[in-house]
């Protein structure tokens, strides 16, 4: 089955860290750009990270640049994002999506997962 | 940063209507980069057009798109039951990509 499994989220203290992960199943994980998305909740949706199917190229949002680290490991079929120094703002769902050409980046999303909460709150 | 509005914020339809979302760009997007997803609770988001107007693989013929500038819309020819949810789009022609907040279409 070709799905995207996040895991990770909870609730965390502002300043303390975080790591994301999604598990990807049923296609061949290591040709793809894959993303990170999120979602305030109630509210819209931003563009947080991508990293290509090789881990050769990386790109970040403003709003989490110099915070947030994305990576992948092929072997394992999983992207991770490491969430450091955590601000209230940064509280929302987190999804991972798949870039839907391999391995061009196209910028839209044609496999999400379900989501991962994460709450940032003292 | 191109903001995308969407209007209207809730469409309040019943079984077998017609539904028209629209996206209108605060500049002008190329055509060609603009997407359309479905968002439902507790369920993965479903891309349903990119390119403006092509269909993802999958999504039924009564979901079409069209638009060109800053002015998008996508329409659902009759409503089925399952078709109840958020739709968002999202421009990928210009850095940073951004969406649009959203229209629920909920059962009237």
């Known amino acids: 089955q070709v799905q995207l499994v996040e895991s990770g989220g909870g609730v965390v203290q502002p300043g303390r860290s975080l790591r994301l992960s999604c598990a990807a199943s049923g296609f061949t994980f290591s040709s793809y750009v894959m993303h990170w998305v999120r979602q305030v909740p109630g509210k819209g949706l931003e563009w947080v990270a991508d990293i290509w199917h090789d881990g050769s190229n990386i790109y970040y949002a403003d709003s989490v640049k110099g915070r947030f680290t994305i990576s992948r490991d092929n072997s394992k079929k999983t992207l991770y994002l490491q969430m450091n120094s955590l601000r209230d703002e940064d509280t929302a769902v987190y999804y991972c999506?798949?870039?839907?050409?391999?391995?061009?980046?196209?910028?839209?999303?044609?496999?999400w997962g379900r989501g991962t909460l994460v709450t940032v709150s003292s | 940063e191109i903001v995308l509005t969407q209007s209207p914020g809730t469409l309040s339809l019943s079984p077998g209507e017609r539904a028209t979302l629209s996206c209108r760009a605060s500049q002008s997007v190329n055509s060609i980069y603009l997407a359309w997803y479905q968002f439902k609770p507790g369920q993965a988001p479903r891309l349903l057009i990119y390119g403006a107007s092509s269909r993802a693989t999958g999504i039924p013929d009564r979901f079409s798109a069209s638009g060109s500038g800053t002015d998008f819309t996508l329409t659902i020819a009759r409503l089925e039951p399952e078709d109840f949810a958020v739709y968002h789009c999202q421009q990928y022609g210009s850095s940073p990509l951004t969406f649009g907040g959203g229209t629920k279409v909920e059962i009237k």
């Open positions: 999506a798949r870039d839907p050409t391999s391995p061009v980046v196209n910028w839209y999303f044609d496999l």
